[in-house]
């Protein structure tokens, strides 16, 4: 199993310009995940998905948009990249059974490294 | 005020030492803890969850004080391979959905 895959690695934007982060597991995990991670700041939930044709706006979720493209599937779109949005982007997945924890079994994604000019 | 604080160190440490850190968090209702670790530039892994008894595994130990809003991670012998930054994780009561990371303490063990 790969576990929860990501693409691009990274990227580099001007602002103003659109792009999609693509997210993927093959764990059949129900609940996946968008996070974003700054120096000194942690990572913060942008969007985060319960189940399969729900979506949810966490902590950060301006200038993003989500689609949960099936259970596998989880995708991230920047419509207008801003500078602000310089960031290290993950993605994750957990199996988040009914009276489960999210923690304990939330993966997480490579990452991917993000860079708007 | 930060949900979740951390000291972000770095705590440089020299082989076999026992080093520990210290996590508060702001909501007296928070429901669950893990410490998850953090390799540079790799994503983060989940090392242990806490209890309120407090567990161990291995070399770790983690501890929960709820009375002082804190939780604890305690490394004992110290390897080189420990050298990474650990986050502190807080699930909040009114969503087992989202995780509340703390920003990270950094440890350097030093042969």
């Known amino acids: 199993n790969a576990g929860v895959t990501q693409t691009p690695k990274f990227q580099v934007l001007k602002t103003g310009q659109s792009m999609t982060l693509q997210c993927a597991q093959d764990?059949?995990?129900?609940?996946m995940y968008w996070y974003r991670q700054d120096p000194g700041m942690g990572l913060r939930l942008i969007y985060y998905?319960?189940?399969?044709?729900?979506?949810d706006k966490g902590e950060v979720p301006n200038g993003y948009n989500v689609s949960r493209l099936n259970k596998r599937e989880f995708s991230l779109r920047l419509e207008s990249a801003a500078p602000s949005q310089t960031s290290v982007y993950f993605c994750?997945?957990?199996?988040?059974?009914?009276?489960?924890?999210?923690?304990?079994?939330?993966?997480f994604g490579p990452g991917t490294r993000l860079l708007v000019l | 005020r930060k949900e979740v604080e951390q000291d972000p160190g770095p705590f440089n440490v020299p082989e076999g030492a026992t080093v520990a850190f210290n996590c508060t968090y702001s909501n007296s209702a928070s429901q669950s803890f893990f410490w998850y670790r953090q390799d540079c530039r790799k994503e983060p892994k989940l090392l242990m969850s806490?209890?309120?008894s407090g567990n161990e595994d291995g070399r770790f130990t983690a501890q929960l004080n709820r009375a002082s809003q804190y939780i604890s991670l305690l490394i004992r012998d110290s390897k080189l391979s420990d050298s990474a930054t650990y986050l502190c994780v807080v699930i909040p009561m009114d969503s087992s959905y989202k995780l509340i990371f703390g920003s990270g303490t950094r440890l350097l063990v030093r042969p």
């Open positions: 764990m059949n995990h129900n609940s």
């Open positions: 994750a997945s957990s199996v988040q059974l009914p009276g489960q924890g999210a923690g304990e079994t939330q993966y």
């Open positions: 998905s319960a189940s399969e044709g729900t979506t």
């Open positions: 806490v209890y309120s």
